[in-house]
């Protein structure tokens, strides 16, 4: 069983960054492909970036049409940890922002019942 605890959100104007993190804990952390969802208010989760990487130290990153360029994903398997740069941020990308764990490593799995664990959740606002 793994567990997921994100933090790093908060309340900033348009144009300005945020990094998120997400620590894990329980489980073989580098075992596990790693995402980020968001929710906005009234709206459905969604996924915004996925990670996964090889023995070799090959890491592949996929993400949403709507923050690429703008949002990198990263992990630290020393550190069981995940996290998410967002650069320009738009008043669209608030929501709340949860971090995933999948125990398939395929490269491209954007679906949420694709994922085994998930965090609590780190708010982000971004003001016009």
């Known amino acids: 069983q793994v567990q997921l605890l994100e933090s790093g959100g908060g309340l900033v104007q348009a144009g300005e960054s945020l990094r998120l993190s997400c620590a894990a804990s329980?489980?073989?952390?580098?075992?596990?492909?790693m995402g980020w969802f968001r929710q906005a208010p009234g709206k459905e989760r969604e996924f915004v970036a996925r990670i996964t990487w090889r023995p070799s130290s090959v890491y592949f990153t996929h993400y949403a049409d709507s923050v690429k360029g703008r949002f990198t994903i990263s992990r630290d398997n020393r550190r069981n940890t995940v996290y998410l740069q967002m650069n320009s941020l738009k008043p669209e990308d608030t929501a709340v922002y949860y971090c995933a764990a999948d125990r398939v490593t395929d490269w491209v799995r954007v679906g949420v019942t694709d994922y085994d664990y998930w965090g609590q959740g780190t708010e982000v606002t971004v003001s016009s």
């Open positions: 329980g489980g073989a952390f580098a075992t596990y492909a």
